[in-house]
Structure formats: structure tokens, C-alpha cells
């Protein structure tokens, strides 16, 4: 028994959901969950997830890609098929601060996170030890390296993970990193974006005297702290709280946005479309 | 163009969604929204509601009926349709307090929540007159009349509504109300259910000493305060709030929570099974 | 007995709450509550709010006015007694949208908001009715007025009012009105400020494909949506709210940051400080 | 540079505030944060927590109780002075899950929880690696010794530690260890007290459908699951969260209830009343 997920997005039209429902049952499927979206039933652009099982180990991954093609193409879409056995690579690059990466080493160590962890990379060598004790590559790549720093990283990205994390990681990646790595970047901001961009969102708070705090869990594109939403956590916060308050309820939000994100990335609950998020 | 609701459970099986959505494309329907969910996809029970709209008035909401029972039959499910268009038409009893009244006028008036409001009824002549200044009968029926108030509610009630909201009625309706009226009762209880039952949760909040209070909308039942929930809303409290402070706030999630869950109702959100909800 | 409260600020130095509670206690006044905060015991800013009672009407509040001068003087500070049985008359300003004036004239009738309302004034004619319901002068000035409009404006307000409410007024004030007003006027803003400024958050909140929106109540200075904070209310949000669903669940919190920002308003809970508030 | 804190309960009477703000003037103190709290300021009860800097070392925390005791006996009070210098020692008992313990080593070793762990004790040999990763020593205590075990406990909790967290520990302490060791044990519950009390609060979340979760963080007293409560976090669920989500989710609540009680107590801002707590 197996499970799989099908992402498709499309010009919404007549008969989609019938074209999928039909195909799943004529390899013998059961949905378990389906969830769609359509920004506008006449003329809009839809969008659905369909999780399903297939009762015997008959069909491949490959096997369903393959019978699916010619229907995709009737409806223009974009889609692909995801195996829910094959457990995705998850690669992290961290800095200084060590708070999302210790709870994604707990949650993934717990079995809450279902991922592997090829390697943990940083610009800063204290991580070595909380990550060696889980038998986990750690790769210390000081900052200070420039253009010789970025092919580093890639040579340690590039091939041994799906997808990447930046759990705090201060350094911009370039243009050039990002698009000879290719694939997906997850990154955690530590201020409610499309606003509070930059390097200190607390000090942006204290000034303004927000009543409320947030953090970000985006995409990485090419502008920096720009990519499409993904999570997004807020707390009340109030005159009473210091600098040093700030900064710890922020690094609480952080956690929750991050760990959030990763958990319906690595579900295939996010699609996106527009430099927006749907989160399934 | 018009848009129909298809409500549906049944144990979980294969090709549920599949003869669903073929007999919409059938129909030269289009899809709107569908949620859907299996306690189990093997051997569970499933739940699907389908939003579509049909181009052409060609297909009224029973041609549909009698169209789909044979495929009903099959999966041997609940289920019904729902013409949006058919505005839905909300009795409303109340009693000495005035929110939750006071919000659902409000909402209804400014075509936040679209159904038709039959009569308000009251054992508090209080309120005749801001529901007469919406040109909405009210009716008022004392509390001390006994049997004969109860079989004055229903001769109200009955035929005019077709279900009740009890926007804070304190008077319990006996058994014998509730099988002649047989329509579905959402009530908004003041606390947070299954907990803080009874007639006054902020004195219990209060003594107990809770850091978090709720308010409760739920379906009536034979037993007090115990129909499947539908929505909770919650807020923070803290020794500074008095008990006048607990209810000003208690009358705030009151009024989100019974808001919320009229409006997941006669949008059709709501699948009612063994005591509980599920809210789309 | 009467209830005053005492707000003061002043560098923070020794022997402030010493020489106050002295004060009080010389008046044989009993604290009912004190809140204080600093931005830095040592050569920071000092904040506090005192509410105390008095057992015997002995003393008026130019009393304790007169008594305390000196005091003040030694610490430098800004401050002033307020007799909470003194009831604050509240105006209102108000355009097209009828949510926050709905909710306030609610909250003032149901005695949960203890002010006086001299009038309502508006752009829109449509408020009369329900203003006139409650035996609240309506007054109506359209918006094409010009500078004769702010003249009348106020001629209306500024004899009657102690402090006004912009209950989604969308017509800017003046430099000139704010300067010959001169009192403290309250603001809510549809969006999360200091960001999602202008008229149309809910557009922005779209495009930017953000998870969480908020509603800010502040006070309004001579900057368009600039003035120190009050207080801001969030709400989860996702692909699924249409703009009427964002504007909707908008409408919620604009309502209840507001409704919390006059509370603490006439409580006198607010202190002003280089352009950000201390909510006590 | 010291600084203090005061704790402080009793009759709420005239001149008490006055009273110990001359105490610390006298003192060349100057006062950082004060808060009070009275249920009513006349026959109710009053409590203070007054934190404040002394500028030189000349005065112990013993030179304060010495001094203030007359003035605290004038107003027949309990009360205790803190210095905040003196890090608390906090044992820890925890058995098979690990997300609390794992949290507050992480805080601790992050110094945003600012005490001393003299040890961990469990009655699963599992913990011992982490905890001995950090160089705290590991007690493990089965389950099966009964009263032996619970002597062993004593031995190793009553010199070592200030207060005890039970950071989900299984097992029921009783009357007679609770009584020997004499000090505050603080306990994580995973469910919304005063309710959901006993083993299973997700399976009880489940069967009553509730759509909010929680997890209460208290100190313990006799009863099980009874004692003054000090935190309580809650989540919005729905019928999609399966057994593992509820779980997953009120581990999250868990950790978040507990770190917030542990911040609060260390901080000594929690005044325990009538089964109460009033946190500051």
C-alpha cells in the first residue's frame, strides 16, 4: 500500500476533479484527503492537492506520471506526482543563532519531522557539537570566503539534498547560488514581512511601538526577504517588553513559523502560483 | 448561472468523488470549492461537501435529487443538495441579554449574513423595540406560561423558520419542543464546553482561578448544553479581571463565536456526525 | 467616596511612588491599583498611573491639583488628576462604514463604554437614522465643503467634545483643524501599521499573499496613519479569504482594536511618550 | 548593585504602598517594576511585588527582612524579600516524553532561563544521554520501587534543588513526599484544567469534538491535577487533527505553558492565593 500526492495547478475549467477522481479509481485508489482552490470559478486559475493510496505496489510513481501526462495536457497544467515513501533531504544552513535549528534537530529526532538531514552547514563553528551527536555532517564554511564560500556551499547542497533551509543563516546567497542550486529554499524571517525587512526587526518594533510581533516563513527568490509567504506567527507584545524580550518571543514565533512551513512543505501542501502561497 | 451545495457521508470507499464529480461534469457544472474528509481511508467514514454552479437553469435543485439518488444509493449515504439562492430563514430567541441579538441584526442588515430573519421572540418585552425598527416581528412570549409558552413557541416557530438560533435564550426547551420542531437549534453558551456547563461560568471561571475563558456554539440536543460543538472562540484572562470583566469579554467571544457558526451553517459548512461536527 | 487616578511621567530618579503614596495616604486615600514602568531605572523615563479612592468628598480635584504642584515640580514631571466620576464626552466622525459606529453606540448603550456622546457627524446621510434612534444629535457635512467644512467641523466639536473618535472617517484632517482642536483624537486603521498605509490594505494584504491581518487604533498627529499605537488586533488569514472575506474579518478587528483603545482611553490606561503610547 | 524583589500579601488596608516605598527610599533604593493587585479596596485583599535596585552592597537580603519586619507585622502580612543574584536551583522529574525536558535544557543553556539544574531524575534510562550531554547529573528512579522509590527521590530533590518542575512525570508524588519536601513543584498538564484532568486528555478532545486545545502549567498540591493554576495555553484544532496531531499540537502548548510558569516563578512573579495565583 503506498500513497501519493498529486499537486496540479491550471486555468480553472469543467471537469478537472472528474478527469483526476476518474484516473485514481481506474488504478484502484482511494482518496484519502483532496483539497482545491479556484481564485475564481469562471475565467479564474485553479488549484488542487489530492492525496490517494494505491491498495497494491503495482504502479510506480513513474507509472503514474506517465498515464497522467496526456490529461494534464488536455487541461494545460502544471502537476506533478509525489511518492509519500521516498522521504525528502532536507539540508540546513544556520548562523549564529541556534534556536530553529535545535528544535528542527528535536522535532526531526522526535519522528515529527519526517525528513533526512544530509548535512548542517554554518558560518560558525559552535553548531559542530549539538550536531555531531546526532551523527549528522556538519560543514563549517566561514563567511569570509565570498565567491569561493558560494561554490563550497553548492558542492554541499547541490546534490545531496531536495531542498534547502535556512534556519537563521545571515549570509544573502547570490543570484548565482540560487539558480545553479535550482530548488526549493525555505528561509525563516524574523519580522512580520512584506514589512519589517532588513537585519534588526526588533529594533523596528521598539521604535514604533507595535502592540504585536511576527515572523516570516517564506521562499527564497532572488530579493531578499521577498519570496512568497508560506507562515506567518504573531504575539501580543506591549511597553513592558525590553530589546532582550523582543528578541526571545520573536525567536518563539520563529520556531512555530518555521517549523510550521517545513511540516506542509515536506506534506506537498504548498503550491505556488504568483509569488503567493496556497497552503493546502 | 446558479450555485448548489452538495452535502454527502457515507462509510469510505473507492469512487466516491470520482461519480460525484462525473455526475457534475454531466450536468455541465463546474466545481466551485470541495472540502473532504475520512476518519480512515480504509474502513473509515467519509464526508465531502462539493460547491458548483451550473451555467444554465436547466437543472433545478430536485432534478438533481432525482438525478443523484441512485448513485446515493449505491454508497448507501447521507446526503442532500442546497440551492444557494434559497435564503434561509432564522428564528431567533432570546432572552434578557442583548449581544449576540444586537450583533446578528446587525450582521444580517449589513449583508454580512445572508438569511431571512422571520421573527425575533423574547420572554424580555425589552427588545421590541430595536427589532421593531428592522420591521421584524417579535413576539412576546413570558416565561412563566409553562406548557402553554411551549406550544406558543412552536405555533411561532414551526412553519415560519427554517432553523432557530438561541442568541442567549435561558429558558431550557423540553424534549417534547424539540421533537415537534425538528428542525436544527444552534445555541451560543457562554463558557467552554464540554466544561463550565450550567447557568453561570464566569462565577466558575473565577473561582477556579483559569487563565483562558471560552464561549461555545453548539447544536441542541435532549441534553443541556451537550449538542455536537461548532465553534469555540477563547482569550486570555488574569487575576485583574472582575467578574464584570470576564463577562464584558465572555460577551465578545459569545458574539464571534455564534457568528461564526451561523454563517459555516447556512453556507452549508456544517456535516453533522455521532455528536460532533465537521466545519468545512 | 470618589475614585481619581494620577498619570505621571518624569526622568526616573529615587523617591517617586515614596513621595506619591505619601500623598495619597496624607489625603487618606486608599490605591485601588498602580502600574509603573521604566525604560531604564538608571537615567531612564519613569511612567505611572495611580488610581486611588478618597474616603470623604473633602477633596475636589483642584485640591489634590493644587497639593501636588509642588511635588511635581521637584521631579520635573508631566502629570494631572482625573476624576473618574467626571464622564468624557466622546465625539464621533464618521464616513460610509457603519461597523465602529454601530459597535460603539452599542457598547455606550449597554454601559460598557462610560462616556457621553454629544453628536455623530458625517459625510453620509445614511447614519441618521439609527444616530437619532439613540437621541444623538446627527449632524451631516458633506465632503466637498472644502475648508468651510473643517470650520464646521469644528464649530461642532470642539466646545462639546473632550476628546474625538475617527470611527472610519476617510476624510484627512487638516494641520489646521488638528492644531485648533487641539485634544486627543483616536483613529483606527484597517491594517497592521506602521505598515499597510492608504486606502487600501486589504488590496495590499491580497497581493502580498500574507497569512495574518491586523487592525491599529492610534491617535492621530499630523501624519497620515502616523500617530503612536494603541493598540492592534491579528487574525490568521489564508489563499481561501476573498477581498470581501479580508475586508469582513477586517471589519471584526477594527472593531475590537477599537472599542479596546477607548476603553483604555477613558480609564485614562494611556500614557503618550515620543510618539509610542504605554497601555497601562 | 543589587536588585531585590518583594513579595507581599495581607488585608488591603491604607498606607501600605507608602509604607514600603519609604522603606526602599530609606534605603537609597530606587524601584525598577511595581505591580499590585487588590479584590477589592475595601475589605479585600491586597498584593504587591515591588522590584528594586540598591546602589551599593552595603544591605544584605537579610539586613531587608530584618528591617521590614515591624512595618510587615503593622499590616499583619506574609511576605518575603528575593535577591534576583541568587540563582534558584531546579530539579527536574521527568518520564517518557521528552519535549519539556528537552526545552528547558535548551532555554537554560541558552540563559534565557536564568536558574541552576542540580540535576534531572526519570524513571526511563533513555534521558540520560542528553542530560549528561549538558553535565547535569542523571538520577534514574524506576517506577516499580514504590515507597523506596519514593525516599530516593527525596534524598536526591530536598537539599539539592529550590523547586521542583515535574516536566511530564507520570507519576502520582504522594501526600507524604509532598509534605517532606516542603517546597514548590510545578507540573505541566496536557489538557485544559480545571478539566480534561486524568490520563488521556486527546482522546477525551477527540470523543467530545471541542475545536480549542490546551495545557495548563500549576503548581502541585494534594490533589491530582488540582493545584493553583499558573499558565494555560490554548490551539485552535478541528476534525482534520487525528489523535498524533492533537498530540502534536499539545506538546507545543505544553512546552510554551511550562516555560512561561518556570519564567514567571523564578522571576517571582507568581503570588500564590486561596488555590489562586495572582502572576504579576
Redesign the interface.
Known sequence: MRTFVLLLQCQ???????SI??F??KH???????????TD??GGYFFIRIEF?LDKDQYSRQDLVSAFAPIAKEFDAEWNFYDLAQTLRMGIFVSEP??CL?DLL?LWN?G?LKVKIPFVLSNDEKHRKVVS?YNIPFYYVPSDKNNRRESELLSYASNSSDFLVLARYMLVLSPDFLEKYNKDIINIHHG?????KGVDPAATALK?????I?ATAHFVNNELDEG?????E?QNV???DSRDDLV?KGK?LEK?ALGSAVSSYIDYRIIKHE?????F
Do not use: M
Not at 512580520?192 to 519589517?196: E, G
Not at 514604533?208 to 504585536?212: D, Q, R
Open positions: 480553472d475549467q469543467k471537469g478537472i476533479v472528474a477522481s476518474n485514481i479509481l484502484q485508489g482511494n482518496i484519502v484527503t483532496a483539497d482545491q482552490h479556484s470559478p469562471q493510496i541556534d534556536h535545535v528535536y522526535a515529527e551527536a512580520f514581512l512584506p514589512f519589517f514604533e511601538g507595535v502592540k504585536v511576527g512568497p509567504i508560506i507562515a506567518q504573531v506591549s511597553h513592558k526571545r518563539n512555530r509569488d503567493k502561497t496556497i497552503v
